[in-house]
């Protein structure tokens, strides 16, 4: 008998459920890396929209004719000026761009908080791809204004409010579908090699943006919004919310279903995620894998968790504080790092965009990293606590150090990249998950969505308001602005103690 190709020993060697779970893993991956894709341009585009108006003997270039090559945009339009792009040329310009970040992930945040509690009432796969679409197109519409010649401070800022909220679809959808699909076993290092999208979307979105950024600038924006749309309709197509084993054949959906037990045969049984969470404990069945029973024509399936059910979740509160204070160091130098190297290693904005590249490649090793380590010790709040603790003073080195030259820049990168968005990923997906279906809910898999969109939405509350604090206090030096960062991750630290001390009592416990 002729021996089967390996590449076909390779598929049959996976069941089918594994093959699903795969699929899943990198179909998610690819849609939250194009959100995080179509927030960046903004970061890239900072540089451009105001450039550096000093006279050339004061600037690092080789020649003077260097230097106007790189101050004149190939494409000269009547309204924008030697120094930027009306009305962000002016010398309060830091404080405009400070605005602009400030808009997006303030509605970014206040969108977050509803949108969780409406994702677990209306299917995923529409709702996320409803967001996907939109979010491409205000995406998308930032950029026309450089077509347009748009110079009205209002337009950009309501193309980044729209754009904030509309964005919330993507999160809380995304890390329920993967918790759905991947159960609690070595969560932290699934999740954390999960969890790289976002530098991988970072990546991608400054390397876009920045093939754009000095010579048609309104394309920075406009191609990552036709890569998100595009992938909104790949998610309509492709995306399957839980692995609940029902097939479609023809017009007729059949459902196999887990052996399920009548609870008045299983009110002996005191494990309690096999309890009922509905009042009608008559008609109410549950399976043996701890889910709902869910008939296919609408029949009866749990509640959805309130929005003060979820804040008495053991650790919500905390992780939820943790991550305000983690985001704003992360989110700052999402929005200002190339800046921050354009000013400080005279580069031009699409060097500097490149450059501030490493941080997400360091992040995404920071990510894996705390993963694996939480997964190894179960320790999920001491695990962010020792990397909180290690990122101050790592702060402070790169503030110094990245002013001795390039090479030093790149290696403090890494390393702050790492340390920084660490805690920042383990809280946002395996904790989140963890929490999400705590053995308190017994067993209500449809708070995920709610807890995961709380953790987060607090998180970008500070996400709003590290960038706005960075623009306003940047003139005063950047200095001043690692300080700050340095003082908010103390207090994700500090709140995250209570935890981690029970963590460590309770190792003690068991050894005792």
């Keep these: 008998m002729a021996q089967l190709p390996p590449g076909v020993r390779f598929i049959v060697l996976f069941t089918r459920d594994q093959w699903c779970r795969a699929f899943i893993f990198v179909l998610t991956f690819l849609l939250y890396a194009s959100f995080h894709l179509s927030r960046k341009p903004i970061s890239i585009v900072k540089g451009e929209l105001h450039k550096h108006c000093a006279p050339p003997n004061e600037v690092e270039l080789n020649s003077y004719k260097e230097y106007a090559i790189q101050i004149q945009p190939v494409k000269k339009l009547s309204d924008e000026s030697q120094c930027g792009w009306e009305p962000f040329d002016k010398n309060n310009y830091k404080q405009l761009l400070g605005a602009l970040d400030y808009s997006f992930l303030c509605a970014y945040a206040v969108g977050m908080y509803l949108s969780g509690i409406i994702g677990e009432r209306l299917p995923i796969r529409y709702y996320l791809t409803v967001g996907m679409l939109a979010s491409g197109l205000f995406t998308a519409m930032f950029g026309l204004g450089?077509?347009?010649?748009?110079?009205?401070?209002?337009?950009?800022?309501?193309?980044?409010?729209?754009?904030?909220?509309?964005?919330?679809?993507?999160?809380?959808?995304?890390v329920t579908c993967i918790g759905n699909w991947f159960g609690k076993g070595r969560r932290g290092l699934i999740m954390g090699i999960w969890n790289s999208h976002t530098s991988v979307g970072n990546i991608l979105g400054s390397l876009i943006a920045g093939y754009w950024v000095s010579t048609c600038w309104g394309l920075s924006f406009v191609v990552p919004g036709v890569i998100i749309a595009c992938l909104g309709i790949v998610?309509?197509?492709?995306?399957?919310?839980?692995?609940?084993?029902?097939?479609?054949?023809?017009?007729?959906?059949?459902?196999?279903?887990?052996?399920?037990?009548?609870?008045?045969?299983?009110?002996?049984?005191?494990?309690?995620?096999?309890?009922?969470?509905?009042?009608?404990?008559?008609?109410?069945?549950?399976?043996?894998?701890?889910?709902?029973?869910?008939?296919?024509?609408?029949?009866?399936?749990m509640s959805a968790i309130s929005f003060i059910g979820a804040l008495r979740i053991p650790g919500v509160i905390e992780f939820s504080l943790c991550?305000?204070?983690?985001?704003?160091?992360?989110?700052?130098?999402?929005?200002?790092?190339?800046?921050?190297?354009?000013?400080?290693?005279?580069?031009?904005?699409?060097?500097?965009?490149?450059?501030?590249?490493?941080?997400?490649?360091?992040?995404?090793?920071?990510?894996?990293?705390?993963?694996?380590?939480?997964?190894?010790?179960?320790?999920?709040?001491?695990?962010?606590?020792?990397?909180?603790?290690?990122?101050?003073?790592?702060?402070?080195?790169?503030?110094?150090?990245?002013?001795?030259?390039?090479?030093?820049?790149?290696?403090?990168?890494?390393?702050?990249?790492?340390?920084?968005?660490g805690p920042y990923a383990l809280i946002t997906t395996a904790v989140s998950a963890d929490l999400g279906t705590h053995k308190s809910l017994k067993g209500n898999a449809r708070a995920l969505s709610t807890v995961t969109a709380i953790i987060d939405g607090t998180g970008s509350v500070g996400a709003a308001l590290g960038p706005l604090l960075a623009g306003l206090i940047s003139p005063s030096g950047w200095n001043n602005v690692f300080y700050m960062l340095m003082v908010a991750d103390a207090c994700a630290l500090l709140f995250l103690l209570r935890l981690i001390r029970k963590e460590l009592q309770c190792k003690m416990d068991q050894t005792l």
């Design 235 to 301: 998610c309509f197509l492709f995306l399957i919310e839980r692995n609940s084993k029902s097939y479609m054949n023809g017009t007729n959906k059949f459902r196999v279903h887990e052996p399920t037990l009548n609870l008045k045969e299983t009110d002996k049984l005191q494990d309690p995620a096999m309890q009922c969470l509905l009042p009608d404990r008559e008609n109410c069945t549950v399976p043996l894998n701890h889910n709902m029973a869910v008939n296919v024509e609408g029949g009866t399936r």
């Design 146 to 174: 450089y077509f347009y010649n748009i110079h009205n401070l209002w337009f950009y800022m309501i193309a980044q409010v729209t754009n904030g909220l509309v964005q919330t679809t993507g999160w809380p959808s995304v």
């Design 323 to 421: 991550l305000l204070f983690a985001k704003l160091v992360s989110y700052t130098f999402l929005f200002w790092l190339p800046l921050y190297i354009t000013n400080v290693e005279h580069l031009d904005a699409k060097r500097a965009g490149d450059l501030s590249t490493l941080f997400d490649v360091g992040g995404i090793f920071g990510g894996i990293l705390a993963g694996m380590i939480s997964d190894r010790l179960e320790k999920r709040a001491s695990t962010c606590g020792m990397m909180l603790l290690l990122a101050a003073p790592a702060l402070y080195m790169f503030s110094t150090i990245s002013k001795m030259g390039l090479e030093a820049t790149i290696v403090m990168l890494l390393i702050s990249g790492a340390l920084v968005n």
